[in-house]
């Protein structure tokens, strides 16, 4: 059945939502049948449709996005030019955020905690970590599953709306006496036991309380939603759809999740209970014989900051997986696609993402080399943080021998996935070193590891990122992005992430510390380097002028974008191409079946190159006798 075949069948066809819309296909427009509307707020805000909470978490996330890299900007400056006002927003800043956190339009010390820490936890667990796993993962997988809905649509509301209001939380601490917290994206008590807190604070309205809370709603909704996935995969396959038939997105959707349900529960509880440690008197965390402003603290005392250490880093380290996973997933999709032949090896990605999964569980505590554990564990770690890097080293050959002998389109989302290839192997070569205790000794809290951290979280997961909403964004939308916009925003994005990122590397040989307020000006060590200071800065002002393009390719295009001629745009095999454009209530015009695995394209003898998963097989011409005349 072609692209005309389903059009065809959606005027004969009105499938009705369980909610009493009834939607008819008309040449891939939804047309309202006559049953009762939703009002707005239900059919755009608390939606149970899983393309709708999708898009709510995609949009919701590059907000927040925007927001935290706003925060590095302000940051960038005082690092690259230290206590000096920062130019035209100053003032403005100092009105918004109040002396304490801008005094004279220069950033303070307070000011730097604070914007450094929530930029970490909003990046990696509000907006990268959403948009990857439950943005594209809402949108994508019930389509490439062949089914209706995700299996639980309440939840799938609860999950998004949980998300949401740990966000708000986190933003509004901002504006709570003293700001928002500062002890950290890790949080490490002791500090953060006692910062923002004494008599000029409120109990429950501070920095480090509400970080604390808007972390708890935050890890509840991705638990809501983790559960929501794995039973979507493993119940709702369209029939045919068998593991190996998979796309490989959803098999890194499904180990995501797995490492988040198996991940983030531990730090729950370690923030509830940091959070009784401030509010309850409890001494989780709190050690006995803290001294604070020469006096001793009164806590019972008997805590142990080690735990929360581990407690954290054993989602902390997964966590990278959590949000470098369905990126490969993206990327994958992609290359197949626009090299118009099969991935390399199938199986290979398949069986590296699950030893990914499971390996990545076990490996935490190489974060904390430095806090003096035995040889032995420490040797472990060592072990399995290497042996790691050999199913990750094989995703990356197999993405790149599938670019071998191939016709490559060069699309724009193939450009954003050609560029995640080397981004990926820089951040994975340079955490090599830290896996090691005796190099990790002295690299540690270098901004090294701040530029290896970087490359993954930031531009090879960003660079998926919108790689991903470029392919996708027809089907979502019905209209294709413009052309030389998504260029003119590919090409200095790519290189302003490099000037950004890839000095930190060298401050980090040199010895320059990733806490430094001043940007390392009051250090001997540093002096060689802190010419490179401004060259990040710049990188980073250019890089987010870089980022305009596409805010206006993505809002334009959804009014006046070129209207996409076909259900299958990019002419691909899986089966989100075979729901109407944009996909209604039910996605599909009627029930799919699986005929081959995802990505068999250029087949010897089929009659064009791709040929997509719904489709069955042509039946073989039987050749008739020739009977002769008499």
């Given at each position: 059945?072609?692209?005309q ?19 008819e296909n ?5 047309a ?10 239900r ?15 995609m949009?919701?996330s590059?907000i ?10 302000v ?8 206590g ?15 002396p ?5 339009g ?5 000011a ?34 062949g089914?209706?809905?995700?299996a639980?649509?309440?939840l ?36 953060a036991?006692?910062?923002?807190s ?17 972390m ?11 559960i ?7 119940q709702?396959?369209?029939p ?11 098999w890194?959707e499904?180990?995501t ?19 009784m440690?401030?509010?309850?008197g ?5 050690p006995?014989g ?8 009164h806590?019972?005392?008997g805590?142990?900051p ?8 054993f989602?902390g380290?997964p966590?990278?997986y959590?949000q ?10 992609i ?9 390399w090896?199938?199986k290979?990605?398949v ?24 040889q032995a564990?420490s040797?472990?770690f060592?072990?399995?943080?290497t042996?790691i ?12 021998m599938?670019l071998?002998g ?6 724009l989302?193939m ?9 990926f ?7 090599l ?13 270098t ?14 997961s ?12 027809p ?10 916009l998504?260029?003119?925003h ?5 290189i302003t992430?490099n ?16 806490r430094?307020?001043?940007?390392g000006?009051?250090?001997?060590m ?10 990040m ?9 870089a980022?305009?393009p ?6 334009w ?14 002419q ?13 209530h039910?996605?599909?015009l ?6 081959r ?21 042509a ?5 008739q ?6």
């Open positions: 059945m072609d692209n075949d389903f059009i065809h069948a959606g005027k004969q066809d009105v499938s009705h939502h369980p909610e009493g819309i009834a939607t008309l040449g891939g427009k939804q309202e049948g006559h049953h009762e509307q939703l009002p707005w707020y059919k755009y805000l608390f939606s149970t449709d899983h393309k709708v909470i999708g898009m709510q978490y949009i919701t590059l927040i996005a925007l927001f935290g890299f706003g925060l590095m900007i940051m960038r400056w005082q690092l690259s030019y230290p000096k006002p920062i130019p035209i927003f100053g003032g403005i800043l100092e009105n918004i955020f109040g304490e956190m801008f005094s004279g220069v950033m303070t010390p307070q730097y905690n604070s914007f450094g820490a929530i930029h970490g936890t909003v990046m990696i667990f509000m907006a990268l970590v959403p948009a990857l796993f439950a943005g594209f993962g809402n949108f994508v997988v019930p389509l490439q599953l089914a209706p809905d995700m639980f649509p309440r799938n509301m609860a999950s998004f709306w949980c998300f949401f209001v740990g966000a708000v939380i986190i933003m509004v601490s901002f504006f709570v006496p003293g700001g928002a917290a500062k002890s950290g994206w890790t949080s490490y008590p002791p500090l036991d006692l910062a923002d004494g008599p000029h604070f409120h109990p429950l309205f501070n920095g480090q309380t509400l970080w604390l809370l808007g708890a709603f935050n890890i509840t909704g991705s638990l809501l939603g983790v929501n996935m794995i039973t979507t995969i493993f709702l396959r369209a045919g759809l068998s593991w190996m038939r998979l796309p490989f997105f959803i890194t499904l180990v999740a797995f490492l988040m349900l198996l991940a983030f529960p531990p730090l729950e509880a370690a923030a509830i209970m940091q959070l440690d401030r509010l309850a409890t001494s989780f965390f709190s006995e803290l001294i604070v402003n020469g006096q001793h603290v806590y019972s005392g805590g142990s080690l735990l929360w250490q581990h407690l954290f880093w989602l380290h966590e990278v959590v470098i996973l369905p990126t490969m997933g993206i990327v994958a999709e290359i197949a696609n626009n090299t118009r032949k099969p991935l090896s199938y290979i990605l069986y590296s993402v699950l030893a990914i999964g499971f390996v990545g569980m076990i490996v935490w505590a190489h974060h904390m080399y430095m806090t003096g554990m035995g564990i040797t472990f060592q072990l399995f943080t042996i890097s050999i199913p990750s080293v094989l995703i990356g050959t197999v993405l790149l599938s071998w191939a016709s490559i389109r060069f699309n989302p450009l954003f996935a050609l560029a995640w290839l080397p981004l192997g820089i951040g994975g070569l340079t955490g070193p830290l896996g090691w205790s005796s190099s990790d000794m002295v690299l540690h809290d901004y090294y590891v701040i530029g290896h951290f970087h490359y993954m979280m930031a531009p090879t960003i660079m998926a990122l919108f790689a991903g909403i470029y392919y996708w964004y089907k979502a939308t019905g209209r294709e992005m413009n052309v030389f998504g260029k003119l590919f090409w200095p994005t790519f992430f000037g950004v990122f890839f000095p930190m590397l060298i401050q980090g040989f040199a010895g320059v510390h990733r430094w307020y001043d940007g000006q009051g250090w001997e540093a002096q060689g380097v802190l010419w490179l200071n401004q060259v800065s710049v990188s980073s002002w250019l890089l987010a002028l980022q305009i596409f805010i206006i390719n993505f809002f295009s959804l009014f006046y974008g070129k209207k996409v001629q076909s259900d299958n745009p990019w691909g095999t899986t089966l989100e191409w075979a729901a109407p454009t944009p996909p209604g039910g996605n599909f009627s029930a799919l079946t699986v005929y695995g995802p990505y068999e394209y250029s087949v010897p003898g089929a009659d064009k190159d791709y040929s997509p998963q719904w489709e069955p097989d039946k073989p011409k039987i050749p006798a020739k009977v002769a005349k008499v």
